[in-house]
T-cell receptor, first 112, second 112 residues
């Protein structure tokens, strides 16, 4: 199967929380990342977590990591229309320094 | 910092022509990556450099693709001859050591 898997679409209402999920397969992953891509733009780093952590919070963003299940999630609190974008999960692996493996991205649509 | 700069933003060319994509990484970064993004395959790593030396080019599709990094502040990705199936958005990214990747805004290539 894919190295990094994400659901392709998520739709939420403005003001609700969004939860984007990701699973990965390589237990040697060192860092896990969330990137955001807006139309016509490159990928913008949102946040990242080291593999020995289980949670990281940064303003409206909360990252949860379940290393046993190889599951990563990104929660966006109070989702706004400006959060509409594609969100990519990525992992870096020990021995492949700097080389990220990306999921196919989750398109988040925020309805007013 | 201006970030990773790619040029051109858009390139339209005819099948068989040579295409050169350019990238200026962030000053001080020692890793440079070329990715290709398509709807079907998502983000694919083509090649990456460390200190101007190619480390892994296993993602380069075929001999028509070549990449160079003559110095720490410039890299090119060349396709010769180009084919319609090369149409995609090509991203350059750079990083310092194990830090997260910083992406340029990409070059949208259309080969007719």
């Amino acid at each position: 199967g894919e190295d990094v898997e994400q659901s392709l679409f998520l739709s939420v209402r403005e003001g609700d929380s969004s939860v984007i999920n990701c699973t990965y397969t390589d237990s040697s992953s060192t860092y896990l990342y969330w990137y955001k891509q807006e139309p016509g733009a490159g990928l913008q780093l949102l946040t990242y977590i080291f593999s020995n952590m289980d949670m990281k919070q940064d303003q409206r963003l909360t990252v949860l990591l379940n290393k046993k299940d190889k599951h990563l999630s990104l929660r966006i609190a109070d989702t706004q229309t400006g959060d509409s974008a594609i969100y990519f999960c990525a992992e870096s692996r020990r021995g492949s320094q700097g080389n990220l493996i990306f999921g196919k991205g989750t398109k988040l649509s925020v309805k007013p | 910092d201006a970030g990773v700069i790619q040029s051109p933003r858009h390139e339209v060319t005819e099948m068989g022509q040579e295409v050169t994509l350019r990238c200026k990484p962030i000053s001080g970064h020692d890793y440079l990556f070329w990715y290709r993004q398509t709807m079907m395959r998502g983000l694919e790593l083509l090649i990456y450099f460390n200190n101007n030396v190619p480390i892994d080019d296993s993602g380069m599709p075929e001999d028509r693709f070549s990449a160079k990094m003559p110095n720490a502040s410039f890299s090119t990705l060349k396709i010769q001859p180009s084919e319609p199936r090369d149409s995609a958005v090509y991203f350059c990214a750079s990083s310092f050591n194990l830090s997260p990747l910083h992406f340029g805004n990409g070059t949208r290539l259309t080969v007719t």
